[in-house]
Each structure stands twice: as C-alpha cells, then as structure tokens.
C-alpha cells in the first residue's frame, strides 16, 4: 500500500488517497462525496482496513475515504464554498439552475478544487470501474457497464440496481465518467442512519464481492 495526497479542499486539507495493488485494471473508490452522508465514509474505512489487511486481487485500486473533507468535518454535504460536487462536474448537461441551494452546482463546472483532482485522476487513470459511497435510501445505481458488479452487491444487500436515481443529476459522476466517458460508476446509496456495525458487516463484505466480480472480468 502506498498513500498520497489527491488533492487539497477549498479550505487547502489534504485529500488523503490510498493505492492497493500493482497490476491488473485501474478502480476507483470513493467516499465521502457528500459530507453529512457518513455511512459511505464509514464503508470506505471498513474497506481500508480490509485492503491493508489483505489485497488478493489483480486490480490498481485507488481508495479516496472522505473526498469532501471540508463537509465531513462540518457535517454538511456541500464543500466549504457551498458547493454540491456531485453537481459540479463538467458534463453536458452541467447547469447553473438550481432548485435548492443543497445541490448548489457552484459558479462554473469544475469550478472546485475537489473536482479538479477527481478529474485529473479520471482522466489520466481512465478507472475501469467507479464505486461512489452516499446514503440514502438503499440503491446501486449504475452508469455504463457495470451491473454484474452491481448484481454481486445486490446478492448480499438485497439493494434494488437501477439505471437513474429519479430525478435529474446534471454534473454528477455517474454521468461524466459513466456515460459521457465510457467508465462505468456505480453510486451506491447506503440506507441513511444504518449503524457502523452493519456497514461494516454486510455492506463492505459485499463490496468485496463486488470486486471480485470487478477483477473476473478483467479489463
Ligand atoms: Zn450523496
């Protein structure tokens, strides 16, 4: 294992990233995106203890616990400059409109320097797979070809797989990498306000389900 700085937050924190593995195809797994949804923050510390315990597969896994340090210290979902990240990115349907202010798309597309260095990893990386840690109500929402990986998730959680979320997500991952780039995401919502000991019982185990069936198919 080796770790790095991914980049810095709007308040200049390190993002903290951790690498797993040495050959095999790039993974990307974040969590933390939004700030108050720490069932995904907790998931991704179940994972981290599990990868440095033990990395079996042939996969280059980059491991992002809390992108959006700033909201995780504040408990809030937007970054320090109120911006929702998961409607920021640089996508077609990108729009400065917004309905409430949770989901502020900030000033410009990539207008964050959170979003700056998850793009620049994206671009340089081009991950085979995407996994981003929320809560919510329970689903594993796919964009692009990723739902056997999704389906090794739902065998152990039960969580439903669909294609949309239900209602519009302009500048969101699932769009900028899975759709527009061919790199497929899945958003998994945890149930928001599960305890810790489940995340880490049933969620992160069928995670490494999941990325078994991510290293089976190889590419
Ligand atoms: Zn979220």
Do not use: Q
């Amino acid at each position: 294992m080796s770790n790095f700085v991914f980049g810095l937050t709007a308040t200049r924190l390190p993002i903290m990233a951790y690498r797993f593995g040495s050959e095999g195809p790039p993974v990307l797994v974040l969590g933390g995106v939004h700030g108050d949804e720490i069932e995904g923050i907790v998931a991704a510390h179940g994972l981290l203890e599990k990868f440095t315990a033990s990395f079996p597969w042939r996969l280059r896994l980059t491991l992002v616990p809390i992108f959006n340090l700033d909201g995780a210290l504040a408990r809030e979902r937007r970054n320090a400059r109120g911006v929702d990240l998961n409607r920021n990115l640089p996508t077609k349907d990108w729009t400065a409109d917004v309905a409430e202010p949770r989901y502020s798309p900030g000033d410009a597309p990539n207008s964050e320097p959170e979003n700056l260095a998850l793009t620049a990893h994206i671009e340089s990386e081009r991950p085979s797979f995407i996994l981003s840690l929320h809560s919510w109500k329970p689903t594993l929402n796919i964009n692009g070809d990723c739902r056997a990986i999704a389906e090794s998730i739902a065998r152990r959680t039960g969580y439903a797989i669909t294609g949309s979320i239900g209602y519009p997500t302009p500048g969101c991952l699932g769009t900028y990498a899975g759709l527009e780039r061919g790199l497929p995401t899945l958003t998994y919502e945890i149930e928001r306000g599960l305890a810790h000991e489940p995340i880490l019982d049933v969620h992160v185990p069928a995670i490494l389900e999941g990325l078994k069936t991510c290293e089976a198919r190889g590419r």
